[in-house]
């Protein structure tokens, strides 16, 4: 066989792949001979491609489907949870967090390690998260489970590969990749954030997620995916500008949204969310003004996003999650005003189901997405 030949018969064998295993992922458990028919490949071409799915652990068969009137039951091929799983990880400014997820979605294990990384140096943060990797993959694979590839939310800009500016962790132009031995990615924490809110939350295909956290970040999700812009910068939301010449930003900016609604802004003094969370519980002032201040910036800046991107829902998650019930009436309340009658209902405004858990959910996630998108590559079949 010519080598051309050959190449275009393995770009073909890997096109196959990724349909089948794209049709079973979001069409659920299905026979052989239904993902023929479903994907328009012949059966004998199915049944070789599925054996090769098998064999990796990426699907399982079992049960007896009758998948028409007549002739005899087929075995239903469905997604595997018993054999491979991925890694998400997450650095924030307080902690380290890892979580393993196996190919049905279920989270099999959660570990987070409360840190100050503010200001840190990345090789000894770094340290730390390539132990937590060691931790956790142990852990898998003493469950039977083999860790196909990790990837990282980092709250900061990511090209290529690299982390190119994460103020608030003082970190500029880190190859974090090199560090960790996996098939691995990274990507700005929102943007993770807006794929977990789709892969484990609501599941809804179209919204604009709204990460809350020492930063402020947007990611749009249209038609169940994350739009990121040219250069991966889209849904900086927290410089926003909501009120002009007002209190500088550390971005260089002033009166940016981050300065009213971000992490710092919110607690002011208290240690931590479920600290600000039980002042807000007692009807303290100065949590409640901090709240209504918050909200209020915030539905300014998402006025803007709103005539901007014409969102159907607007998905809170982040610390804005546990704080809901107490920015939900300013933020509505900022968005109905400033909309106008150019929009007659404002958008849906909701929570995120898993909050602060949104991030790494979403960064484990990624590599299910890669998984399906590219069975032949991430397998090696």
Sequence with gaps: MPASRGVRHDSMRARNLSVVLGTIHRSGPHTRAALAEMTGLTKTTVSSLVSDLLEAGAVTESGAVRAGERG?????????????????????????????VDLTRTVRLRRTRPADNRNSNPADILRELRDLVKETTAEAESAGLRVIGAALAVPGTVEDGVLRSAPHLGWRDVRVADLIDLPFAIDNEANLAALGELWFGSRETDFLYVSGEIGIGAGLVVGGTVFKGTFGLA?????????????????????CLEVYAGQDALLGTVASVAELVGRLESGDRRALE??????????????????????????????????????????????GARLG?????????????????????????????????????????
């Design 290 to 335: 901090a709240c209504e201040r918050a909200g209020h910036a915030l539905g300014v800046a998402l006025t803007s996003a709103v005539h901007l991107l014409d969102p159907g829902r607007i998905v809170l998650g982040g610390i804005y999650a546990p704080l809901y019930p107490w920015l939900e009436g300013p933020v509505s309340d900022g968005l």
């Design 235 to 255: 849904g900086e939301l927290g410089h926003v500008v909501v009120v002009p010449d007002g209190p500088a930003c550390r971005c260089g900016g002033r009166g």
């Design 72 to 100: 005899r039951p087929g075995v239903a091929v469905s997604l595997s949870g018993h054999r491979l799983a991925t890694l998400g990880l997450e650095i924030n400014i307080d902690y380290l967090a890892a979580c393993v």
């Design 341 to 381: 009658q150019m929009r007659g209902t404002p958008p849906a405004l909701t929570v995120s189901g898993i909050g602060a858990d949104a991030a790494v959910l979403g960064a484990a996630g990624l590599i299910i997405q890669q998984l399906i998108a590219e069975p032949a590559q991430v397998l090696g079949l």
